[in-house]
């Protein structure tokens, strides 16, 4: 019988579970000191860094991305094909394998990346833009190509030009569907992991984030803290509090978000609340007063509302995390960030120079990619230098079992998107089949979207502990499929209920059974987007990096991502081995290429799909 119980247990075990371990695993619970520890000021560096982390990279990628698809639609057909190939082309390459490639462009330039602040967190944020622009201009390119030709073809006879197009039909029906995008963006950027840890490990670091319960710098967003905390404190009691805050804290921005869209803007409180809790003083509680009394201010501008909350950072003495938290709402609540036509035009400006930046970095990371491969160099080369050429590195690699690596990341991605695969389609046709149980499982999906991540990973590694799944390939597989199944389930669903009801309803009148009905009259439908949803998942499993780095230490058990992070993956390593990492990188990416290409017109249309019908 086609069931929802493998999909539901599988969320309850790996997402809600983990989540309810952080209360109530603790022997000795303190809500006093739970708070104190909420209330740390290496927490509070942590999530002012994310939240800027998040702020900026979202709207600069939305920004870019949708400038970029403006311009590719523009451009002959020729040049479209080009540009999509190379969106796509960096869009399959894996974090950890851009960016530690970005760090040796960038030691072109300096000998450290963390010497000051301003440029570690610049950076930081720099490739994670880089890594974002592809997905956002393919979906927002699509939704562009999607756009009846009537509707411009009315701009146009009405005299608007190009731009004027672009302003008043293209952008706010592309943003529309990149915003449904941007919140998992947002939650992703939040509990950001792989990149400040390959680029910066959290430097440099800040007195005030040096405490007992913690170290922060400038590049520590939340979930890099909660990485560095569950190995270094041995109290549990702290380890889960943080896991706690954090997942309440994502939790609570996530559902302020989505009612904020809808048009309750009352949920802006949530930034000056915040403040009050973090800081507890007279200047936080007088940003709070100030805050009611202009939000209840009627005609005014919601842009108001900063000027409490920046007087509160300036007699505080620093940049709270309920100033930035107000700039990420206000950002989802406006509908037209720039109602200035002057400011929105500058905006414009500086899109468009940002994607010539995109196309430099772009050239920059793979000619040095390309000659880090065929050469043996004991430090990274000039950008004008250029080394014997070699393919010793290829043998190297193999010579340190690199075979074994790249069968570990194929079992780990093909066994997850079968597991997938046999999880979710079950589930997405019991939803199509009843309408309530869709509305629970969206739900239970939701919430699995946002607890999924390193904001659970400290009691889940308990869970692997007890039950015996750490330094397992079985363990990081339960973890890929457990963070498939949201997207996975959304594009099976919407792909099945367009099948006509009739169909189902002439088979159970001839007497077949659910399952039976299921692989002779829905599966052969659906084969299409299986692809779709198997190659995705089979993607995503073979160059998974966090689930590993957490839960395998046994080298034999190594996926590719882990032998490349151990090549050359680490900020300030030793004897980096560049060769080395470049040579396996290629080797990775081929393999990558080869699987993604021939299908990468169908595969991104059913991701596509899943954010242009809004359902997050």
């Known amino acids: 019988m086609m069931s929802i119980g493998p999909m539901i247990g599988l969320i ?32 509070r560096i942590s999530m002012g860094v994310s939240l800027l982390y998040a702020f900026i990279t979202i709207a600069l990628s939305l920004g870019i991305g949708m400038r970029f698809a403006f311009q590719i639609y523009h451009m002959k057909k020729n040049n479209q094909e080009f ?34 602040r301003f440029f570690a967190f610049s950076a930081t944020c720099l490739i994670r833009i880089w890594i974002n622009i592809p997905i956002t201009t393919l979906i927002a390119y699509a939704s562009i190509k999607n756009t009846p030709n009537h509707q411009i073809e009315m701009m146009r006879m009405e005299g608007a030009n190009k731009e004027e197009t672009y302003d008043f039909l293209l952008n706010p029906l592309t943003r529309s569907t990149l915003l449904s995008f941007s919140i998992i963006l947002l939650i992703n950027s939040l509990r950001e992991f792989s990149i400040p840890l390959m680029l910066t490990n959290g430097r440099p670091y800040l007195m005030k984030g040096f405490t007992s319960y913690g170290i922060s710098g400038s590049t520590t967003t939340l979930g890099l803290f909660l990485k560095d905390s569950m190995f270094r404190l041995n109290s549990d009691f702290i380890a889960y509090s943080q896991s706690l805050f954090v997942s309440l804290f994502i939790l609570l921005i996530f559902f302020s978000i989505r009612k904020i869209r809808t048009g309750r803007g009352l949920f802006l409180f949530i930034a000056p609340l915040l403040d009050c809790f973090l800081f507890c003083n007279w200047p936080s509680s007088i940003g709070l007063l100030l805050f009611g009394i202009l939000f209840f201010t009627k005609r005014l501008n919601r842009f ?18 309920g100033l930035l938290l107000l700039a990420l709402l206000l950002f989802f609540v406006k509908k037209r960030l720039f109602a200035y036509r002057l400011l929105k035009r500058i905006w414009n400006k500086v899109c468009d120079v940002s994607v010539v930046i995109w196309l430099l970095i772009t ?18 080369p ?49 939803a199509v089949l009843k309408e309530r149980v869709f509305s629970s499982l969206n739900s239970l999906i939701i919430l699995s979207m946002v607890l999924t991540g390193m904001n659970t990973i400290v009691p889940l590694f308990l869970i692997f502990r007890l039950s015996g799944l750490i330094d397992t390939l079985f363990g990081v597989i339960l973890i890929v499929v457990n963070h498939a199944i949201p997207i996975a389930f959304l594009i099976a669903y919407e792909d099945m209920r367009k099948i006509p009801l009739t169909h189902i309803d002439h088979a159970k009148i001839e007497g077949a059974s659910t399952l039976t009905t299921f692989f002779k009259v829905i599966f052969p439908q659906i084969l299409p987007v299986s692809l779709i949803v198997f190659i995705k998942v089979m993607i995503d499993g073979w160059s998974s990096f966090t689930a590993p780095l957490i839960f395998i230490s046994n080298q034999e058990k190594y996926p590719v991502s882990l032998r490349l992070y151990t090549y050359a ?9 560049w060769g080395k990492f470049a040579a396996g990188s290629l080797i990775s990416l081929l393999i990558l290429f080869l699987m993604i290409f021939p299908l990468r017109r169908v595969l ?10 809004e359902q997050i």
């Open 12 to 43: 309850l075990l790996f997402s809600l579970l983990p989540f309810i371990l952080s209360v109530f695993v603790i022997e000795e619970f303190s809500l006093v000191q739970m708070i104190e520890i909420a209330r740390d000021a290496s927490m």
């Open 83 to 116: 540009f999509l190939f190379l969106l796509f082309l960096t869009w399959m390459i894996p974090a950890f394998i851009s960016v530690p490639i970005y760090r040796s462009v960038l030691y072109w330039f300096t000998e450290t990346l963390v010497e000051n």
């Open 304 to 321: 108001l509302l900063f000027i409490p909350l920046i007087l509160t950072s300036f007699m505080i003495g620093e940049i709270t995390p």
């Open 363 to 380: 050239i920059l990371i793979l000619f040095n990619f390309i000659k880090l491969a065929f050469s043996d160099p004991l430090y990274i």
């Open 382 to 430: 000039d950008w004008n230098e250029f080394p014997p050429f070699t393919v010793g590195n290829f043998t190297a690699v193999f010579s340190d079992d690199f075979h074994t690596n790249l069968i570990n990341s194929t079992f780990i991605g093909l066994v997850s998107a079968l597991l997938t695969l046999l999880i979710v389609f079950p589930a997405a046709y019991q």
């Open 569 to 577: 993956g680490k900020d300030a390593m030793m004897y980096p081995q």
């Open 604 to 613: 991104f249309k059913g991701v596509y799909r899943s954010w242009s019908d």
